[in-house]
């Protein structure tokens, strides 16, 4: 097996740990659900505790694997199928076998964890390579053959799975509670799989731009790129300095503009991941 491919069968059981972990942890004992395969085992298993969430699991899997077989081919099947395997496999043997038992009785606290084991689980299996299978294959399909994109029918499916949570729960309070989970979780899976840099992304619309390049380079010691536009209305000439500056010198740069050019026009966001030689820009 190369190297690779090792790391990421790992990523995958770490992944999958980590959702039967939140699942059984904090979600069943306390009545609250994720979103996609694991909420509907998960409200299942709520009125049908004669049969384990493990296997819930597999059951509801099972048509998404057929489905993956057909449009994705023998290779995401594998994958998927040891995703499948593996959470059922950890969540029977955390409740059934070491009987977990909830970790907090606070719902509140039980939504925020959950969401971050879920959420850590499912960023780990993506980094492997694979898929948790369930309703994603369905966003996936979607997504090929219609226009709607992979995210928008996933939405759509959590809020039906939310809604079908208060008639199974019969407590909306439980589904307010899953929703801020979900958002959680979706804001783990985010931080993992695009990193949050230290860097913000600034843009510099100025008169002064010559005197201003030479101190953000001496200053700030910051790569940037000097770009050159025309205004939409009046079609006036505009040059832009686009840079990438470390957030705690944000402040600096502010006064560096205030001094040298207090008419510019700045603009800062977020960069959400940066890839390339030396990440300048």
């Given at each position: ?10 990523l995958?059981?770490l ?10 942890a904090f979600y069943s004992?306390n009545?609250i ?7 509907i085992?998960?409200m ?12 819930f699991m ?5 048509p998404?694997?057929v489905?993956?077989?057909?449009f994705?081919g023998?290779?995401?099947l594998f ?5 499948v395997?593996l ?8 409740k ?6 909830a970790i907090?009785?606070?719902?509140l606290?039980?939504a ?12 780990l299996?993506?980094?492997?390579r ?6 994603s294959v369905?966003g ?19 809020a ?6 208060v ?8 589904s ?12 783990v ?6 990193g ?5 992304i ?14 953000i380079r ?6 940037g790129?000097?770009l050159?536009g ?8 505009k ?8 957030a705690?010198?944000?402040?600096l740069?502010?006064?560096l503009?205030?001094k ?6 700045m603009?800062?966001s977020?960069?959400?991941?940066f890839m390339?030689?030396?990440n300048?820009i």
């Amino acid at each position: 097996m190369k190297k690779n491919d090792f790391k990421q069968y790992i990523l995958i059981i770490l992944g999958s740990f980590s959702l039967s972990f939140g699942a059984v942890a904090f979600y069943s004992p306390n009545e609250i659900i994720s979103g996609g395969g694991i909420g509907i085992s998960l409200m299942l298993h709520f009125l049908f505790p004669d049969i384990t969430l493990g296997i819930f699991m597999a059951l509801v899997s099972a048509p998404f694997l057929v489905l993956s077989y057909i449009f994705f081919g023998k290779y995401y099947l594998f994958k998927t199928f040891i995703v499948v395997v593996l959470l059922s496999t950890f969540t029977d043997i955390l409740k059934e076998v070491l009987k977990i038992d909830a970790i907090t009785n606070d719902i509140l606290l039980a939504a925020i964890f959950g969401g971050i084991f879920i959420g850590l689980g499912i960023g780990l299996i993506i980094k492997g390579r694979a898929s948790t299978g369930s309703t994603s294959v369905i966003g996936e399909i979607l997504a090929k053959k219609t226009k709607y994109k992979a995210a928008e029918v996933l939405l759509t499916i959590d809020a039906f799975i939310m809604l079908a949570s208060v008639f199974v729960y019969k407590d909306i309070d439980k589904s307010l509670y899953s929703l801020l989970s979900v958002y959680i979780g979706m804001k783990v899976l985010d931080i993992l799989l695009t990193g949050r840099p230290s860097k913000k992304i600034v843009n510099i619309i100025s008169t002064n731009v010559e005197v201003l390049k030479e101190q953000i380079r001496d200053k700030i010691e910051e790569h940037g790129t000097i770009l050159t536009g025309i205004g939409l209305h009046q079609a006036q000439d505009k040059t832009i300095i686009y840079v990438t500056v470390e957030a705690s010198k944000i402040e600096l740069l502010r006064d560096l503009i205030r001094k040298y050019d207090p008419d510019a026009f700045m603009i800062i966001s977020e960069a959400s991941e940066f890839m390339g030689r030396d990440n300048s820009i």
